[in-house]
């Protein structure tokens, strides 16, 4: 969709009359009407503009995405989170009470053993995204999978949409070939139920199986450089069974995840992230949450116009031109976009 497109459903906000001197978004409030607590209610009202100033002011009020990271020490976990920022700067860590951690002893927590689940982590590059980092119950500690459970209960269930839990990411490693589950990932998946919060398995450190290809040709009795140059079509073979192993391994418990993907290319700074974001948005179960995760992304715009194509103008389109409130739907279009960007084009208009 064209800039032009963007902009011209800001002008038929523009061109809308408020109902009164306060009128702003409708969203959330103390005093708005109940509604689910799982839910982030996203309806628009057509009796609403959108005042900028307004809009910044309720927006903020949207609590910020909550995603649990899991998985062994040395799983690429901080450079997967490093990489949805695009930043490469270790992230700023909060405690419980909201009051910053002294980073100066735990620089580069997720992969040295620091463990506090209850922390925050937030990368200056988009604070949008609150990340957690599991404890490393790997070591087969009892309490340390106990509080890791509680934690995920807790915040799955919490009725203050700003402590909730949205989405876990659970890293494993293909570099360890040998051991990619392990006990570990059995008793999470056969122990602990998170709810409605969906559990992606991201498979990192995929590139590393190039060198395996790479052997593997040569047993075959390719020399180096050809077997460099057909490395990538074997490697490509053995990431899929890889990943077809840990399904079969995985589906088969109790909890088994929602989704499976393979990240490559993490280990570069430009690396795309948009497979990861859509696979977590379409993982999600209610809309307002899969907007609060497009928009959270500050680099990919064609991602936000994705989902606002898919999910609401496609749906509205299906209406029927002649029921169609461009007003209304300029609002709920807007909603899949950082407000960054819509300030942007609400000064270009």
């Known amino acids: 969709?064209?800039?032009?497109?963007?902009?011209?459903?800001?002008?038929?906000?523009?061109?809308?009359?408020?109902?009164?001197?306060?009128?702003?978004?409708?969203?959330?409030?103390?005093?708005?009407?109940?509604v689910a607590p799982d839910v982030v209610d996203l309806t628009p009202?057509?009796?609403?503009?959108?005042?900028?100033?307004?809009?910044?002011?309720?927006?903020?009020?949207?609590?910020?995405?909550?995603?649990?990271?899991?998985?062994r020490a040395n799983a690429g976990k901080t450079t997967v989170l490093q990489r949805v920022c695009n930043t490469t700067d270790h992230?700023?860590?909060?405690?419980?009470?909201?009051?910053?951690?002294?980073?100066?002893?735990?620089q580069g927590s997720l992969g040295r053993g620091y463990h506090n689940i209850e922390d925050e982590l937030v990368f200056k590059s988009n604070p949008r995204y609150?990340?957690?980092?599991?404890?490393?119950?790997?070591?087969?500690?009892?309490?340390?999978?106990?509080?890791?459970?509680?934690?995920?209960?807790?915040q799955a269930k919490s009725t203050k949409l700003e402590k909730r839990l949205h989405a876990i990411w659970y890293c494993i490693p293909l570099n360890?070939?040998?051991?990619?589950?392990?006990?570990?990932?059995r008793k999470f998946f056969n122990e602990c139920d998170s709810g409605h919060v969906p559990v992606i398995v991201l498979l990192t450190k995929a590139d590393t199986l190039n060198l395996d290809a790479v052997q593997q040709l040569m047993r075959r009795g390719l020399t180096v450089d050809d077997a460099m140059k057909e490395a990538p079509e074997v490697e490509k073979q053995l990431q899929k069974g890889c990943l077809e192993k840990i399904k079969g391994w995985l589906n088969e418990l109790k909890f088994p995840p929602q989704s499976y993907l393979i990240l490559t290319g993490m280990e570069q700074e430009s690396a795309d992230c948009e497979e990861l974001l859509k696979c977590t948005a379409n993982a999600l179960t209610e809309e307002g949450l899969q907007g609060l995760l497009v928009s959270s992304q500050q680099s990919n715009l064609g991602l936000c116009m994705e989902f606002a194509i898919m999910k609401t103008l496609k749906r509205s389109m299906n209406k029927g031109v002649d029921h169609i409130?461009?007003?209304?739907?300029?609002?709920?279009l807007g909603t899949w976009f950082p407000f960054e960007v819509c300030e942007i084009l609400q000064v270009q208009v």
């Open 91 to 106: 992230p700023e860590i909060f405690d419980g009470n909201g009051e910053k951690v002294d980073t100066g002893a735990v």
């Open 130 to 154: 609150v990340f957690h980092d599991s404890c490393g119950f790997e070591a087969g500690s009892e309490a340390e999978f106990d509080k890791m459970k509680k934690f995920v209960t807790d």
């Open 45 to 71: 009202a057509s009796n609403y503009r959108l005042d900028p100033t307004e809009a910044k002011r309720q927006i903020d009020r949207i609590p910020r995405f909550r995603i649990l990271v899991m998985g």
């Open 325 to 332: 409130d461009l007003e209304e739907l300029a609002y709920a």
């Open 1 to 34: 969709m064209a800039p032009s497109s963007v902009r011209s459903w800001w002008r038929s906000l523009q061109r809308s009359q408020p109902p009164s001197h306060d009128a702003g978004i409708l969203l959330p409030t103390e005093a708005a009407p109940p």
């Open 176 to 185: 360890e070939s040998h051991r990619m589950v392990m006990a570990a990932e």
